[in-house]
């Protein structure tokens, strides 16, 4: 944490250093869609970088960009791996996935993470290719995905199919839209 004595010294630091510019807890806490309190615990766990001045605590806004670059990253990783498996026909579960983004499935925050991951990844295929990719992640020893696929994917998929008609329709709809177009049936 840096910490300015007065607006002054900041304004100062500022000038030589462009990079320490903040914005307060509150609009921190909208940007990361939390509230003030989840800021407050990522500040005191590093996630984001603290500035005072004066007494007053901001938050740098380059640790803001630098999460938010993490998180694009922490995505577009999961998704190139389950394009890789949907080319391939297949389905996987939660903990490979979680490994090649640094998630421990033993973290109840990470998996959290991981269903955040797969929803903004479902989301953003839904509406840009009529699919919902992250159907091919399923519970351990089951051939399903988590409630929170049927949750939220239930009725924007195809409103009227029962949840195990939904899953195995929309996976082979994943697999066909994936699959390698020189493959001869």
Known sequence: MRSYPTASDYLAALRHDHTLAIVPLTLAAEANGVTRAAVDRMLGLGQLEEIKIAGT???????????????????????????????????????????????????????????????????DTLQNHGIVLSV??????????????????????????????LIDREMRRVWQYYRPKNVVE
């Open 136 to 165: 091919l992640v399923h519970y351990k020893g089951t051939d399903r995905p988590g409630p929170g696929f049927l949750n939220e994917f239930r009725d924007q998929v195809e409103p009227g199919y029962d949840d195990d008609d």
């Open 57 to 123: 605590r901001f938050v740098r806004t380059g640790s803001l960009i630098k999460r938010d670059q993490a998180w694009a990253d922490q995505v577009a990783l999961v998704r190139a791996e389950l394009e890789k498996i949907a080319a391939d026909g297949a389905t996987t579960t939660y903990q490979p996935l979680m490994n090649k983004v640094g998630l421990s499935h033993s973290r109840p925050a990470d998996r959290r993470t991981i269903g955040k991951i797969l929803g903004a990844i479902g989301r």
